[in-house]
């Protein structure tokens, strides 16, 4: 009987031709390599304007890092454990209001197919299809040909997709006899574009439970599903690659990339909900012609300006924006939900009705808007919609305030499976997040609940710029919309990208009032006190913009009165922040901290010279001033003027940590000396 090596995927005669592989060098070099690629993320691309040693420092919150190498654009880390592995892929980390692209650890062939897929992905933006607005001349045509060339169609589904849920079943029952394999998302309600994933739910058949004492060994838990469906898809690794498994998430998911297609997957065991979620989603879009081209577009708008994705508004999320805006009286397109359940007998599911009665009589749709029509209206009726505080609910059709929700005996009695979920355990509360839309089938699901305040602002924002292309459009018979749309970006604010530091100067102004009062208590001696430790630390912070940073330093406004804020203009050539290293020169203890900083400046140029390293443009104003008269708080404000942006952005996290460093240490280091 054969016998087979799931690490090194080979087949051997029998047991004893194993175990000699088992002590090879191959085998047990390969084994060390699983176990590093298990215990490893890799960060790509790395994100601009911080640090190496931060972006370590940050990683190191979530386990012990046992090492860590930079490469081009990538970082690889190792832990000393798989556990911090699956807690940094089961939560999106964020920095600087970016959102961190982290991955398992993979072999290259794996790589190359990961890049394959993004390659994919791509073949449907814009730049690659712009010339469809060139070639059509009308609205319809230039729709017609948008989707036929970046929607799924029905037979890619059927070819690409749905062979990999049959193909999965089949594998699955040799662990799982009775499961059952379903797609849901777009794959499912026919919202999905080329090169999208495809997410799967399985049924395996039998009650899976939580872990705790009273479990039984012999029952399915989620940890024992993940560790039987893990050595399936390892052991098949000409069928599944670049596996990762998210056990520690609210819905625990595997993804995989199915090989023969070149499809990534999702995995989910837990919920069937979502089955039941794209069932209604399909059904809304079933009552009106008019519905799935107009869902097709906005989500190819949001996926097009970065507003909708991982992070930002969910492409579920947004089809319940759509929706809520057509059953509004005015519209009247999509009739509200609580219509087509009501008259059915409630399937229960989880507590939660999953369905719907599809041959419910609906009163017949009279408006009779075109696409435009509709998408002029999409946009003006959320570019100032009031998100916070209120409650969007496609249940009813209606906005609902955060305090009906939080005293749960003001909702309608359509509501009740909410109460009754809320009287069991008041943790299952709604999230009323600055944009919430209740899920119209998991009534204490809010679809929106991770949508941060940037894309919300940015979405509105992008809305109220459609609102006004679809206006100007409109003359027309809306030849030029799309490609107007597509091409019209924010304008970016006119204002200067600027930083602040808040300078607390009570070491300085301590020590003059008490120097002034040892002399006299005369009030014009006290306010003069109050002047030199400002004009202090106007004279450090000058020292450091010429000495550190390296900057011609030009006076725009002087400090003529007390009251009167001083402006100061640097110009700048100099990167003294990269490779900031000292090359094992030991600096004398006994210069100051300005001092060995500007040392430190000096040999970086030196250093940067020797490697022809370019020179970069900084051109920047700061200013200084009192929050109050009498206020030991200096306050620098730094703008740039016309510096490229990505300088400005890493100036300004290395400005911000020596700027105060080096003032405090040069303030206590005056009073030291007095």
């Not at 430790?533 to 010429?546: G, H, L, Q, S």
């Not at 330093?553 to 640097?570: G, K, S």
């Not at 300088?647 to 996290?653: A, H, L």
Request: net charge positive; hydrophobic share 35%; charged share 25%.
């Amino acid at each position: 009987m054969s016998k087979y090596c799931d690490i090194c995927s080979i087949y051997f005669q029998d047991e004893h031709a194993l175990q000699g592989h088992l002590v090879g060098k191959k085998h047990l070099k390969r084994h060390q390599l699983v176990q590093t690629m298990e215990m490893s993320v890799v960060v790509s691309p790395l994100p601009k304007f911080i640090y190496g040693h931060k972006l370590i420092q940050l990683f190191a919150k979530f386990g012990t890092i046992k090492c860590h190498r930079f490469r081009q654009d990538c970082l690889t880390i190792q832990y000393c454990d798989r556990k911090s592995v699956e807690v940094v892929l089961s939560k999106p980390i964020w920095v600087h209001n970016v959102l961190l692209n982290i991955e398992r650890r993979a072999f290259h062939n794996d790589l190359e197919k990961i890049k394959s897929m993004e390659q994919n992905k791509s073949e449907i933006c814009y730049d690659n299809i712009k010339h469809i607005f060139q070639e059509e001349t009308t609205f319809d045509n230039q729709l017609v040909t948008l989707l036929n060339t970046t929607q799924l169609t029905d037979m890619e589904v059927q070819t690409k997709y749905e062979c990999i849920c049959v193909h999965l079943c089949m594998i699955l029952k040799t662990v799982f006899p009775k499961c059952e394999v379903y797609k849901f998302g777009s794959t499912r309600t026919g919202l999905g574009f080329k090169g999208c994933d495809l997410d799967i739910y399985v049924d395996i058949g039998m009650p899976i439970f939580e872990p705790n004492k009273n479990t039984p060994r012999t029952s399915w838990t989620m940890q024992k599903i993940f560790k039987n469906v893990k050595a399936i898809l390892y052991r098949m690794n000409t069928t599944f690659s670049c596996i990762i498994p998210i056990l520690k998430a609210k819905t625990p998911i595997i993804k995989f990339c199915y090989v023969q297609t070149n499809v990534f997957c999702d995995i989910s065991f837990k919920n069937s909900l979502g089955i039941y979620k794209s069932d209604l989603l399909k059904h809304c879009i079933s009552l009106d012609s008019r519905l799935k081209p107009l869902m097709m577009l906005i989500k190819y708008w949001t996926l097009h300006f970065k507003i909708s994705g991982t992070g930002k508004i969910s492409s579920y999320g947004l089809m319940l924006l759509i929706i809520f805006y057509l059953q509004q009286p005015s519209i009247n397109i999509i009739p509200p939900l609580i219509k087509i359940k009501e008259t059915c007998q409630p399937q229960i599911i989880n507590g939660w009705q999953v369905n719907f009665d599809k041959d419910a009589v609906l009163p017949p749709i009279t408006n009779t808007s075109s696409i435009p029509q509709l998408l002029h209206g999409f946009f003006d009726f959320y570019a100032n919609f009031k998100f916070k505080s209120q409650v969007v609910c496609v249940l009813d059709g209606m906005v609902h305030t955060e305090s009906e929700f939080k005293d749960i005996e003001n909702l309608p009695q359509y509501m009740d499976r909410y109460k009754a979920c809320v009287e069991e355990d008041d943790n299952l509360k709604l999230i009323t997040n600055l944009m919430c839309i209740q899920d119209p089938i998991e009534l204490n699901d809010n679809a929106l609940k991770s949508t941060p305040f940037s894309i919300i602002d940015t979405f509105q924002q992008y809305c109220a710029l459609g609102a006004q292309i679809c206006a100007a459009n409109s003359k027309d018979d809306g030849r030029d919309l799309l490609n107007t749309l597509f091409t019209t970006e924010l304008k970016k604010k006119t204002t200067n990208h600027k930083f602040v530091v808040v300078i607390c100067t009570n070491h300085l102004q301590n020590l003059n009032k008490s120097n002034a009062m040892d002399t006299s208590t005369d009030t014009k001696k006290l306010k003069s006190a109050e002047i030199d430790y400002y004009d202090t630390v106007c004279n450090i912070i000058k020292d450091i913009f010429e000495n550190v940073f390296k900057m011609q330093v030009e006076t725009v406004t002087t400090c003529e009165e007390a009251n009167q804020d001083i402006e100061m203009h640097c110009i700048g050539s100099h990167c003294v922040w990269r490779n900031r290293k000292m090359n094992g020169i030991v600096l004398d203890p006994s210069l100051s901290c300005l001092e060995k900083e500007a040392f430190i400046s000096e040999q970086t140029i030196e250093n940067s010279k020797k490697k022809a390293t370019s020179e970069v443009n900084l051109d920047l104003t700061y200013t200084l001033k009192r929050k109050k008269l009498h206020s030991p708080k200096v306050i620098l404000t730094v703008s740039n003027q016309n510096g490229a942006k990505s300088v400005f952005q890493e100036f300004t996290y290395f400005a911000k940590s020596k700027l105060l460093k080096i003032v405090n240490q040069t303030l206590l280091r005056m009073q030291y000396k007095c």
